[in-house]
């Protein structure tokens, strides 16, 4: 729990509900998109109004839902092929020894390159349609996602290890009854941090040439200078982010409840 | 201190005869285990050999490094000894096996089942029968008190009754020989007391052999048929005391004299070592 002020103002303060503040908090940050788009930054900056004017716009016309989409589409795709990917080879590198020798180097040092750096090799051996993009997001999250269930894996404590050794426990007990179940917190961390990789490289790759996307779209606006469109985009993107973020919270409550610390 | 001589059976008399078991479960000959460690090598365990008998309760007791884990998990085949081996029933072990089971200090429940689900575990790789597994599930947990628990996560649960799904969980299998390497150590004092008399009731009803690690001399001197003392690292046998207290003992075997001199012998021969162990 954290302090309470036990004066009387702070007492009304704590008996507000949650979604109240959810709601001021929205109200506020509004608010102050407003302030910044009528000072001299109001030429790059649309405010929230036009911002709004341009999502009716472009809702009606299909444009958006279209750009929505491809971007979905993209980085779904990337995404669940890493995922598929990064969780066997993520217990194979925590189960055999050689297997870790041989890949985790490797896995190291390619995941301190910044995928954008490889964008450009991507599009030159795949071109610019949907396999260039699908490919790059799936590095992406896969370098991310591997390590962090691998390290989930060697994270499992020896002492469950142990005791089910004790209670009759075969190597393939053990990988399916103890190594799943305990790294399964990992894998939704995992989950968490590769979506958030694969939403990042998209906009990334979408930026160096798309004929559509949520990236292109904003690529294309700036080019006309229609802030409104670029705004809008950028907004899309962090709401796809939130709600997808959030749904994984909810699977982790319902899933992984039984864990001492969240990792929230 | 005359009388305590008497009464304590140093290692050398101990292989001579009269206080050896007749019959046998477990034999521990001559370990030894080397650890091998970035400073060099650690003699963890120095040509330790004991008889444990059928249905015995051995408590060990023993200054902090002397190796009484070390010689527990030999004990329970997840360590192998540098030289020497254990025998149960004639047998030498290799590897663990569900006829040892372990009750370990940090609780090792698997936090992802429930208390059912965690005493069924040993079961469940059996293979034994959904009905019949629940059913001996049920036993144990009411046997520990737990029967409005058993669909509760471990995380719910205090340390104590972590520690009794724990023990329930050992027992569920059906082990031969139950280790349990300071079982209560984590716990408040008066907890502590509760479960000791539940393990002591457990024990006069199941007849299991048991080989309990603990730190508190008081402990070893209620639970044990006889209590090994342990001699600072590198660990050997130092002394074996039996403690013909008899059963069923209760809390005014505590107030009891014999009691009392049985701790105050073992608790100087402990502080002996623990002495050394600083030098
Ligand atoms: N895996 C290991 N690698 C290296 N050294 C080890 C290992 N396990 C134990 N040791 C060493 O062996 C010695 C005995 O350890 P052990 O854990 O058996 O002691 P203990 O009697 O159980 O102590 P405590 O009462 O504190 O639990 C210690 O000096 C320890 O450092
Ligand atoms: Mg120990």
Redesign the pocket.
């Known amino acids: 729990m954290d302090n309470k002020p036990a004066t009387r103002v702070g007492q009304m303060i704590d008996r507000i509900d949650g979604k109240v503040f959810l709601v001021v908090s929205f109200l506020l940050g509004l608010l102050v998109w407003q302030l910044v788009s009528m000072t001299k930054a109001g030429a790059v900056f649309a405010g929230p109004v036009d911002t709004f004017d341009a999502f009716i716009q472009e809702a009606k016309s299909g444009r958006l839902l279209e750009h929505i989409y491809a971007s979905l589409f993209r980085v779904l795709g990337g995404f669940a092929l890493a995922l598929v990917i990064a969780i066997p080879v993520a217990f194979l590198m925590g189960w055999y020894r050689v297997c870790r020798m041989l890949v985790e180097p490797w896995i190291q040092f390619l995941r301190t390159i910044p995928p954008i750096a490889y964008i450009p090799l991507v599009i030159v051996a795949q071109g610019v349609g949907e396999s260039a993009k699908i490919t790059v997001i799936f590095v992406a999250s896969f370098l991310v996602m591997v390590v962090s269930i691998y390290q989930g894996v060697r994270n499992v404590d020896v002492t469950l290890i142990k005791a089910s050794r004790v209670l009759g426990a075969k190597d393939r007990d053990i990988f399916f009854h103890v190594i799943i179940p305990a790294s399964f917190p990992f894998i939704l961390v995992a989950l968490r941090l590769g979506l958030s990789a694969a939403l990042t490289t998209l906009i990334a790759a979408e930026l160096t040439g798309a004929q559509v996307g949520l990236g292109q779209m904003i690529q294309e606006a700036s080019l006309y200078f229609r802030m409104e469109i670029v705004i809008l985009g950028i907004v899309m993107i962090g709401i796809i982010g939130f709600l997808l973020d959030k749904l994984l919270l909810f699977l982790e409550r319902r899933l992984a409840g039984w864990q001492e610390v969240r990792s929230v | 201190m005359a009388g305590s001589a008497q009464r304590i059976v140093t290692l050398g008399q101990a292989n001579q005869g009269q206080s050896e078991p007749e019959h046998a479960k477990v034999e521990i000959d001559a370990i030894r285990?080397v650890?091998?460690?970035s400073r060099g090598e650690?003699?963890?365990?120095h040509d330790t050999s004991l008889t444990i008998a059928n249905n015995e309760f051995i408590c060990v007791v023993?200054?902090?490094?002397?190796?009484?884990?070390?010689?527990?998990?030999i004990l329970a085949g997840l360590?192998a000894p540098t030289s020497g081996e254990v025998r149960i029933d004639g047998t030498s072990i290799h590897g663990p096996s569900s006829e040892r089971g372990v009750v370990f200090?940090q609780y090792a429940l698997f936090p992802w089942l429930t208390v059912r689900q965690n005493v069924e575990f040993g079961l469940k790789l059996k293979s034994i029968g959904k009905g019949e597994r629940r059913s001996i599930a049920e036993k144990y947990i009411e046997s520990v008190g737990l029967k409005d628990f058993a669909n509760a996560f471990p995380k719910e649960l205090s340390g104590g009754m972590k520690q009794r799904v724990a023990i329930a969980r050992a027992y569920a299998v059906n082990p031969q020989l139950l280790l349990l390497?300071?079982p209560f150590g984590a716990l408040d004092a008066q907890t502590r007391t509760q479960l000791q008399v539940e393990l002591l009731n457990t024990w006069e009803q199941e007849q299991k052999t048991c080989f309990f690690?603990t730190?508190d001399v008081e402990e070893a001197v209620l639970l044990a048929s006889r209590v090994v003392v342990?001699s600072a690292?590198p660990?050997r046998i130092k002394a074996i005391v039996p403690i013909d207290l008899k059963h069923p003992r209760t809390q005014e075997t505590r107030m009891s004299k014999p009691f009392n001199d049985l701790k105050n012998d073992i608790w100087s021969l402990v502080y002996q070592e623990y002495l050394d162990a600083k030098k």
Not at chain 2, 42 to 45: D, K, Q, R, T
């Open positions: 285990k650890f091998q460690t650690v003699v963890a365990l023993g200054p902090s490094g002397c190796g009484k884990t070390t010689l527990l998990n360590d200090q390497d300071e690690i730190h342990m690292r660990g």
